[in-house]
């Protein structure tokens, strides 16, 4: 039972709390973030100095991966060796680092994002550059702890003789921090490094004289000076990186798109891939052929564009549309004192200067300690070969080596060291020459020693080390900037010509509310009313658009939807069409289509009018409908009704400078004409201002615009089924919300009511009676009459009873001029 005592109860919050911060902290410090220092993870410390130690060096051969792979496992990472060789694959890709720190031989993967091949078949070496990574490790520059098992030490950073974390970047996910740091030209960051060594108060502006940007081993073109500033100054920042493009005149009068560098860490297969999706599904029309040409000389896809299309116009779209242009997301993180932190280019250059100080300052130390001891044992060498006789009497008068040593110290005054040194001397030193050697030697451990001092005693002294080693590395590994660097982000449009093919069609709305579009062809090879619709329902527009076009349908509940002409179901002239509520939401179940404009282009000399039947109108200027985000789904207020029960009973579109009238007839016979230039000019949510005087029981039953001057004339349909036509101009111009006149004689017993008003001119009417009759009359028929007259009865009310419906009848055959 004494076991019990062991036994601790917790909470599971206190368990997973406790545990998952450990695991957090071990992989922020030791996994997924790059040291300040020297850039590196510890896994890649660990790969480099595991094959630094074995010998496996850019001087010497190749060797397996694998054998690198089991000694770094073995040693120092015990984790899995597929992580520790994708680490190493990595650091020799040279479309991933900007200097490699690996080469390999064999497969090692692709930007198409092949697998590399397994690690028993690749072999591997570090890079000479990797070389100056380790550079001096052995004389204590760095600290070094026991690995995993207290068998080895390994070191917590390398010596770095150059910046690393900025010439390859780096991209990890941790626990609560990832980071995202861009590579870099390694001769511009030691010209920003050596300028910030002489002048430590240096601006940001200053030090991007000298790094101007990141530089991509897959080269590009980066857009976007003031976000790599905001970058530099906090770690965080947004660039657009684009592929580096050309348009190539090609036989047959045609042209292609030729890339040569694409976005860094972009899979180009998968780039390809989705470009010729974009032809295949003729989501733009233009591209014949989409190529990767890439070969041992170099990158090259190839986008073969069909005859007349318009390259600039599809190269933007595939721009905004694929990985053709990315954009870059700056997040530098790094762990600076133990800790990760968002660092800024400066405080980089800042902690590496800091740790090169150190490391050179350990480095003269170790190479003075070093020093100092064989200079006390050269002028040991140098005193016995000046007392050589009595020093070989001292030896050969001794018993072993022990006592040779102690009777050389005691007898002459060697220290324990020198007379180790004597002792252990070949005769063949005993020569001439050799004294000039050691002589020779004194002299210079003598300059060495002072050189050091000098440096550990002088800062200056220290920091010219510093530059020297820089340049030296400047010098011997410099390579051209790759990436191009653009101030200005450039903003991409796209144009509908480039993803539409231009095309005449005919649209079709019928009042049910269903919507197409058909070719001219389907149309040509179909009689016109062959018009495919459902029964009970007629056309409401029929008219020649072009793809380019638009569509504005405008709802009797005061709603407009917008729909771009391509984008109508492309259906035969026989075919239904599809209902607006399938893509349409929020539409009320009465809402029934009123009014269809087409247009090529906003035009801001034209306004809307809308005219309700409670009375009330408005003008909306055109430009407010501009297609919005959400049209697709979601209709916008074209006037607001404040009754439910209103709705719109005509909607115009006019031009300003027209000397147009409106002319409203309402339901007891009230006829009212005055000035458009009446109604106010005001926003889509508006509700309008009152068209007319109404009485209690009236409504606005239609209402028109005509021109001031001329005859126009128009058709009054009763309840009683009489028919009446009548110049609108007859009745005189009077305000904006009168009563009216009356346009119909009202009879004592059993009034004339009006249930329709419209234009007078070749329009065809079929007059529906509540019994079912229907009548078809012809507008150019009926004699036009005075304002009095009643009109004359064209269905007889006792026995068809009283007018239902009376509905225009729409020529299913197309009007060229449709397009406003």
């Not at 001087?59 to 397996?64: A, I, L, M």
């Not at 020297?468 to 590994?477: S, W």
């Not at 005219?611 to 697709?632: A, L």
């Amino acid at each position: 039972m004494e076991h019990k005592n062991n036994i601790q109860e917790l909470t599971l919050e206190e368990v997973m709390g406790d545990r998952f911060g450990r695991y957090s902290k071990y992989i922020i410090q030791e996994r997924a973030l790059p040291d300040i220092r020297d850039g590196l993870k510890p896994v890649q410390r660990r790969i480099l100095f595991a094959m630094n130690q074995d010998g496996n060096t850019y001087d010497k051969g190749f060797r397996k991966s694998a054998k690198s792979v089991g000694n770094i496992m073995g040693n120092f990472h015990p984790h899995g060796d597929s992580s520790i060789y994708e680490a190493m694959v990595r650091m020799s890709q040279d479309w991933k680092l900007r200097q490699i720190l690996i080469e390999m031989h064999g497969n090692n993967g692709s930007m198409d994002g092949d697998p590399p091949a397994a690690m028993r078949y690749t072999e591997a070496r570090l890079s000479e550059l990797s070389g100056e990574l380790l550079k001096d490790i052995e004389k204590d520059t760095v600290e070094l702890v026991w690995n995993f098992d207290d068998t080895e030490k390994e070191p917590t950073v390398l010596p770095a003789k150059y910046p690393n974390l900025l010439v390859n970047g780096s991209t990890g996910i941790s626990a609560g921090y990832a980071t995202e740091i861009p590579t870099h030209n390694l001769s511009e960051v030691i010209d920003g490094t050596i300028y910030l060594i002489d002048h430590p108060n240096a601006s940001l502006d200053k030090l991007m004289e000298f790094i101007p940007g990141p530089d991509f081993p897959t080269g590009g073109i980066l857009q976007g000076k003031e976000e790599i500033k905001k970058a530099y100054e906090t770690g965080r920042g947004k660039v657009i990186l684009r592929s580096k493009t050309r348009i190539e005149d090609i036989k047959g009068g045609k042209q292609q798109i030729v890339i040569n560098e694409i976005p860094y860490e972009v899979n180009k297969a998968n780039l390809v891939k989705k470009m010729d999706e974009i032809r295949l599904n003729k989501k733009i029309d233009g591209i014949a052929e989409v190529r990767d040409e890439t070969d041992r000389t170099g990158l090259q896809i190839v986008v073969e564009l069909k005859k007349d299309a318009n390259a600039q116009g599809i190269l933007n779209y595939l721009f905004k549309n694929t990985e053709l242009q990315i954009n870059y997301n700056f997040n530098m993180v790094a762990i600076d004192e133990m800790r990760p932190q968002q660092v800024g280019l400066k405080h980089i250059l800042e902690s590496y200067v800091k740790h090169r100080r150190e490391v050179i300052a350990k480095r003269s130390r170790y190479e003075l300690k070093k020093a100092q001891k064989r200079q006390h044992i050269v002028d040991g060498l140098m005193k016995a070969l000046s007392i050589l006789d009595e020093v070989i009497a001292t030896i050969r008068s001794s018993k072993d080596k022990k006592d040779a040593k102690n009777n050389l110290v005691v007898q002459h005054g060697f220290t324990e060291e020198q007379a180790e040194a004597i002792v252990t001397l070949q005769l063949y030193r005993l020569t001439n020459t050799d004294i000039t050697q050691l002589q020779a030697e004194a002299q210079e451990l003598a300059e060495t020693i002072r050189e050091l001092t000098k440096i550990l005693n002088e800062e200056t002294e220290l920091l010219k080390v510093i530059k020297k080693e820089l340049r030296e590395i400047k010098k011997k590994y410099h390579s051209d900037r790759m990436t191009e660097i653009e101030a200005e982000i450039q903003e991409i449009k796209i144009e509908t010509q480039v993803l539409v093919a231009q095309e005449d069609v005919v649209v079709t709305v019928t009042t049910d509310g269903y919507v197409k579009r058909s070719s001219l062809r389907s149309y040509g090879a179909s009689k016109p009313e062959e018009l495919g619709m459902k029964e009970g329902d007629a056309l409401l527009y029929s008219g020649q658009a072009s793809t380019l076009d638009h569509l504005l349908l405008v709802t009797n509940k005061g709603n407009v939807i917008y729909r771009p002409i391509h984008e109508l179901p492309d259906l035969k002239w026989k075919d239904l069409g599809e209902h607006i509520s399938q893509t349409v939401m929020n539409l009320a179940t009465e809402e029934t289509i009123l009014a269809v404009f087409t247009y090529q282009e906003l035009d801001p000399h034209k306004n809307f009018v809308l005219i309700s039947k409670n009375g009330m109108i408005k003008q909306t200027r055109m430009t407010e409908f501009e297609p919005w985000r959400t049209y697709k789904s979601r209709p916008l207020t074209m006037m607001k009704l404040k009754d439910e029960a209103d709705e719109l009973v005509n909607v115009y579109l006019a031009d300003q400078n027209e000397p147009l009238d409106v002319f409203l007839v309402s339901y007891r016979a009230f006829g009212l004409r005055y000035p458009l230039a009446e109604v106010p000019v005001v926003g889509p949510k508006a509700a309008g201002v009152k068209a007319m005087n109404l009485k209690e029981d009236d409504q606005i039953v239609n209402g028109l615009l005509v021109y001031s001057e001329g005859d126009t004339p128009v058709i009054m349909v009763t309840q009683r089924g009489a028919v009446k036509r009548m110049l609108a101009q007859e009745i005189s111009q009077l305000g904006r919300a009168k009563r009216g006149l009356m346009v119909l004689r009202e009879l004592k017993k059993n009034p004339h009511r009006i249930v329709y008003m419209g234009s007078g001119e070749n329009q065809s009417l079929i007059l529906t009676t509540q019994k079912g009759q229907m009548i078809e009359i012809e507008t150019n028929q009926i004699p036009i009459n005075d304002r009095t007259s009643n009109g004359s009865f064209v269905t007889d009310e006792k026995s068809g009873g009283l007018i239902h419906e009376v509905a225009r009848v729409i020529d299913p055959a197309i009007q060229e001029d449709s397009v406003l």
